[in-house]
């Protein structure tokens, strides 16, 4: 399935965008006036090839997963907090359902690999392939195989909202201890310091966070990851979320939807994406510039500009559905506005 989805993702052809600039330069405004609204409704009608395109369906994933690394003191949070996190979701409370809402997005709880087992619940895919990752100074965060089938969870998940006729996804996600291995995936790709793209996830101490980095130089110096291998670095410091989302974005780009990516941990799965097929850039939007450590290296690696930048580290796909909010303003406008010969009025001389 991976090599399928991989083989039929092509890059998009620019001549839409062509199309969509000279309607939207036909529209009641100066040309350009709405700045980078105009560029999502453009890059959505490249991403659909149609003239008009709506995004009346839209949907949230929030892939849920346990690290072994958290054993190293990395986190300030018991790892429990992720399977009560995920009751949150269900439930409706946390941030990602709040935004979700006022986005008109649906959220989609994943579990792929929390460790605990939450029996049937009507509200919660359960795509688990384990109970959290090893952790990763003791051997491979996750077996190869594994790192695959979190790849392909993503990607079936994306085909079965595509046959549902969704328009947009988001990515987000929720794995006490997942910014560790995403720093690690950001070294590996960006070339930075570890210390550099390294920060406090959810606020840990000046300790905890030095311990953080020596854990990330030694697990780097152990297993040596080949960025060119990106099932190898996602297996050996990676995470189920982490795979999963990057199997999303795949997905996504296969079946001609735009993906908007959340924060750190969302653009780690980015860069697993990006890594297996470079034309998945073509496909994405980058919400936000998260406050975390090392996010903006990781933006520029990809060539994304961000739509926001307002110090967020949630997670959880919150960046995501305020990115969906404003991507569907600029459709709106694309749809909606009059032209110039509609509404009668004179056109610049």
Known sequence: MLKETI?????????????AKKRLNSLTKPVGSLGRLEEFAAQVVAIRQQEMSTLSKKAIFTFAADHGITEEG??????EVTAQMVFNFLNGGAGINVLSRHAGADVVVVDVGVDYDFGELPELKIRKIRYGSQ??????????????KALETGIELSDEYFLKGYDILGTGDMGIGNTTPSSAIAAVY????????????????DDKLKRKIEVIERAINIHNPDPKDPIGVLSKVGGLEIGAIAGLILGASKN???VVIDGFISTAGAL????????????????????ESGHRAMLEYLGLRPILDMDMRLGEGTGAALGIWLIEAGVRIYNEMATFEEAGVSDAL
Do not use: Q
């Open 190 to 205: 960006t070339k930075n310091p570890i210390k550099k793209i390294t920060g406090r996830g959810t606020g840990i101490s």
């Open 135 to 148: 952790n990763f100074l003791k051997g491979p965060a996750l077996k190869r195989e594994e790192a695959v």
């Open 7 to 19: 083989e039929k993702i092509r890059p998009v052809d620019h001549t839409w965008i062509e199309r």
């Open 256 to 258: 001609r939807i735009p």
């Open 74 to 79: 990395v986190s300030a949070y018991p790892k």
């Open 272 to 291: 697993i994406a990006y890594a297996l097929c470079p034309y998945v850039k073509d496909y994405m939007f980058a919400s936000h510039c998260s406050a």
